[in-house]
Each structure stands twice: as structure tokens, then as C-alpha cells.
């Protein structure tokens, strides 16, 4: 409980931490995470206060390098899944910008998945922005599903050849993105079988000011001020890596891609464009099959990171559109 309660006070002061004592950052980013404190400690405690005083998982650190652990969320809802040999295994990657964010923000949303579908559902932690730019956060999650697919089945009884995976925002990208492990594509036996993204940013070679905007998008968003921290992670390597399918899944191989895939995407959002070529072209590569390989879930009049916060009850909905798609 100590040691729970430690890192979450230094998630929610991460950004003051960050600004006043990390040296490498320029001024432009280091005044807007002082300006962006007092929003990541609303939300922060928001999402982590109800985890402190009920925990429908448990907390591990998972050994992915010689040097490097990550903090894990472990999802197995009691009662759920016998019978089975073995449960299916289900990763999920949090929102954040590549700057931020924390695995009990979805807590609501991995232990549904988890009663839906009898799942094992682990929600993993990596490195952000700006002390950490790419590749570091994929660096982070290839290694995580390189320790699952040879400890999971030891570990927690989950079928590392039954494994799926989603995200949001950010998370989203990583999701798509551990798929370029030749581990993670067929004929691979740990191939991925299918991913759900939410909201997910899968083209980074375009800085987000850079991006289309709708007609429906506020005029006068006052979170303009933040577009270079969301742009932290990218900006150092987008004209090195800008064809590199590990930051910009935009441009992944369908070859390398899983036979389903969910895009849930809402219509006030400067991602929409991305997702909805992306879809469009993977299924026009397929050609005539019986079931599209990509699949949008379109919500016209909602805007980005609306699924944060939500209510249990309209994420039992959500997932259960996943488990039956």
C-alpha cells in the first residue's frame, strides 16, 4: 500500500518533477509541463484514488531487459474461465501523449474485458516524453510481449498463442506497433490475433498542428497550448525514422497486421483522417473478402479521450461490442 501510494504521488507530480529537475529538456516544453500540472493531478488522482480503496488486480513488475522492469496491471476475473486449459491473453497500452498517463486509467475497462471474455488482461506501463523519446516507449512494449509470450502461460495460465491487444491514444500506437516483431505476425505461432484501438495517433511523420482539423473542431481549443509536449516523443525522430512503421503504424504492411481489427474512432478528433485512410487502404489491399479486416466504430459527435472517465456502464457496453466483434 506504501509503495503504491509513493508512485502514484510521483505520477501526479511528475510534470513540476520533470520541468524542475530534469536538465535536457528545452524551455518551450519545460514552461508547459509546469502549466499542465494541475490537469494531470485532477485526472491522475481521479483515475488512481478509487484503485487505492479497491483493486480488482495486482500490481507486478515484470523483469522485460537485464536493466529495465515495467509495472504491470494483472486482470483475471474470479470465476471466469474454467474449464480452459488455458486463458486467452489480452494487452492493453494507456492513453497519455507519449508524456504521461498510467495503467489505472483503463482499470475499469480491463477488468470487463477480462469478465467478458475470461481473459487474462494485462495492462503494462513504458517510458515517456520528454525525458524519453522514441524509440523508447516500443522499446518498452516489444520487450513486455517478448516476456509474455515466454512467461505467460507459467506465470498467470494465459495462452501466449491466443494474445490480443488495444490501446488509446498513444496506447493505440503501440498496439499497432508491436506487430512488426516477426514474433507478432504469421505464421508465427504468438502472432497477434486481433487488435482494438481507441482514438489511437498511428501517423506521426505529420506534427499535430499539422494535421486536419474538421469543421466540427473547436475554434479556439485552449489545449493548442500543449501540442509540442504531445509532440515530444516524435519530434526528435520523425526525419530519421519517417518511414518506420514502429512510430507511424500508419504505414505497416498488411502482411504484418492481424486478420481483425477494431478502430473506434470519434468524429471531434484531429486523428480521424489517419485512421479512416489507413482503414480504407488495408481493406482495399485485401480486396473482396467475406469480413473486412478493419473495421470503424465511428462516434461522430464525440471528441478525443472521451472514453476516459467513463462510466462502468458504458464501458460494459464497449465491451461487449469488443468480445462479440
Not at 108 to 126: M, P
Request: glycine content about 6%; hydrophobic content about 40%; some cysteine.
Amino acid at each position: 500500500m506504501v509503495s503504491s501510494i509513493i508512485h502514484h504521488l510521483y505520477t501526479w507530480l511528475r510534470p513540476s518533477l520533470v520541468a524542475i529537475f530534469y536538465r535536457n529538456i528545452p524551455w518551450a516544453l519545460r514552461w508547459r509541463l509546469l502549466v499542465f500540472q494541475p490537469a494531470a493531478l485532477l485526472t491522475y488522482s481521479i483515475a488512481t484514488i478509487p484503485c487505492l480503496l479497491y483493486r480488482s488486480y495486482t500490481v507486478e513488475y515484470l523483469h522485460i531487459s537485464p536493466d529495465r522492469y515495467v509495472r504491470a496491471l494483472i486482470f483475471k476475473a474470479a470465476g471466469v474461465g474454467k474449464g480452459r486449459a488455458l486463458r486467452p491473453l489480452h494487452v492493453n497500452f494507456h492513453s497519455g501523449a507519449f508524456m504521461g498517463g498510467l495503467p489505472e486509467g483503463h482499470a475499469y475497462f480491463d477488468q470487463l474485458v477480462s469478465e467478458q471474455t475470461g481473459a487474462v488482461v494485462v495492462d503494462v506501463d513504458y517510458r515517456v516524453a520528454p525525458e524519453h523519446v522514441f524509440p523508447a516507449a516500443i522499446d518498452d512494449a516489444n520487450a513486455t510481449i517478448k516476456w509474455l509470450q515466454e512467461n505467460a502461460e507459467e506465470r498467470w495460465g494465459a495462452d501466449p498463442t491466443l494474445m490480443t491487444t488495444s490501446g488509446f491514444s498513444a496506447g493505440g500506437n503501440l498496439a499497432f506497433a508491436v506487430t512488426q516483431q516477426r514474433s507478432c505476425q504469421a505464421p508465427s505461432p504468438t502472432a497477434i490475433k486481433a487488435i482494438a484501438t481507441f482514438y489511437a495517433v498511428i501517423d506521426f511523420r505529420l506534427s499535430p498542428w499539422e494535421k486536419p482539423h474538421a469543421d466540427n473542431m473547436p475554434k479556439n481549443d485552449p489545449a493548442k497550448i500543449f501540442l509540442p509536449l504531445f509532440d515530444a516523443y516524435a519530434a526528435p525522430a520523425r526525419s530519421k525514422h519517417f518511414g518506420d512503421p514502429r512510430l507511424s503504424p500508419v504505414l505497416s504492411e498488411k502482411e504484418t497486421l492481424p486478420e481483425r481489427i477494431l478502430l473506434v474512432v470519434p468524429g471531434i478528433d484531429i486523428l480521424v483522417t489517419e485512421q479512416t485512410e489507413f482503414a480504407e487502404r488495408i481493406n482495399k489491399e485485401d480486396g473482396e473478402r467475406e469480413v473486412q479486416r478493419v473495421e470503424i466504430w465511428y462516434e461522430k459527435d464525440l471528441f478525443h479521450g472521451y472514453l476516459e472517465g467513463e462510466s462502468p456502464n458504458s464501458l460494459a457496453n464497449l465491451s461487449i461490442k469488443l468480445s462479440s466483434s
